[in-house]
């Protein structure tokens, strides 16, 4: 059974920081592309940030410089180290995995973690 848990989402004060962390089972997390995604109230899903099973990361503009992607395959955990927090960050937090294997593309998602960006 795989299993895709978030953790760190919390209320914080604008300019402030947090660390979100996302603990795979159930895969050989190392072959897998590992994102984060978010979703504000009302609306659509969005690509926050990506990082290969090659370690090349990719970020949306709207973090860059502030945000930070990482993973550790001995713990098969991928980070979300969010610094500079604005309200506009403000949104529910999913972790994805994603690879091609022999039956094709193998997709999933965690529950999702709150994040709230509020003085």
């Known amino acids: 059974q795989v299993q895709l848990v978030e953790s760190g989402g919390a209320l914080v004060q604008p300019g402030g920081s947090l660390r979100l962390s996302c603990a795979a089972s159930g895969i050989i997390f190392s072959i897998y592309s590992m994102a984060w995604y978010r979703q504000a109230p009302g609306q659509q899903r969005e690509l926050v940030a990506i990082i290969t099973k090659s370690g090349s990361t990719n970020y949306a503009n709207s973090v860059k410089g502030r945000f930070a992607i990482s993973r550790d395959n001995a713990k098969n955990t991928v980070y979300l180290e969010m610094n500079s927090l604005k309200p506009e960050d403000t949104a529910v937090y999913y972790c994805?995995?994603?690879?091609?294997?022999?039956?094709?593309?193998?997709?999933?998602w965690g529950q999702g973690t709150q994040v709230t960006v509020s003085s």
């Open positions: 994805n995995s994603d690879a091609f294997r022999d039956w094709g593309r193998d997709v999933y």
